[in-house]
């Protein structure tokens, strides 16, 4: 019984291992998409509040927006 129980106390500890890489990995990625998303949400929370503004038309520059789709620095595929 002693050989059966020291072979499954050797593998807990890479099994741990395994699961804490994988873990860890899902947090980078998690960490990356959250960033992307928190930019495009301050972008469009931008934009709603300077239209709910009203801006006179002295102040009308800071009112339009860039249409032009932004480049990040990690692709959608990377993300996922």
Do not use: W
């Amino acid at each position: 019984m002693n050989s059966s129980s020291s072979s499954k106390r050797e593998k807990i500890p890479k099994e741990y291992a395994k699961l804490l890489a994988q873990t860890m990995e899902r947090t980078r990625c998690l960490a990356v998409y959250r960033l992307g998303s928190a930019k495009q949400q301050e972008q469009e929370a931008k934009e709603l509040t300077t239209t709910a503004l009203r801006l006179p038309n002295s102040l009308k520059h800071i009112e339009t927006s860039t249409t032009e789709e932004k480049k990040y620095a990690f692709d959608q595929d990377f993300v996922e």
